[in-house]
């Protein structure tokens, strides 16, 4: 069974920083894409960013002005998401995705599995 346990959001200033995690069981971890995703209140979710495992390419969502990295842990089966310079329209929850995916891996359809969502609010 594929899961997805998306964790490490909380309450963080403006301008400060913060990691979230996605921890994955049930799949070959090597062999699949991973996207992390947000949804702020009354908005559509969005494409954050996502990094095939199978060869390690990262796309990231353009309006981030380079403040977040992706990154994989193979020994760990799980993906991380650094967040840097937060600012309050970075709030929202933010959900882990997984599937075989090739290409451009920012847009959510594609996806089979979720995880559950971690909430990410940037706030003074």
């Known amino acids: 069974e594929v899961q997805l346990q998306a964790s490490g959001g909380g309450l963080v200033q403006p301008g400060g920083s913060l990691r979230i995690s996605c921890n994955t069981s049930?799949?070959?971890?090597?062999?699949?894409?991973i996207g992390w995703f947000r949804q702020a209140p009354g908005k559509e979710r969005e494409g954050v960013a996502c990094?095939?495992?199978?060869?390690?390419?990262?796309y990231y969502g353009s309006y981030l002005e380079d403040r977040f990295t992706i990154s994989s842990d193979a020994a760990k089966n799980t993906v991380y998401l650094q967040m840097s310079n937060l600012k309050p329209e970075d709030t929202g929850v933010y959900y882990c995705a997984a599937d075989q995916i090739s290409g451009y891996c920012l847009p959510a359809r594609p996806y089979d599995f979720w995880g559950q969502g971690t909430e990410v609010t940037v706030s003074s």
């Open positions: 049930g799949f070959v971890f090597g062999h699949y894409t």
């Open positions: 990094i095939a495992n199978y060869d390690g390419t990262v």
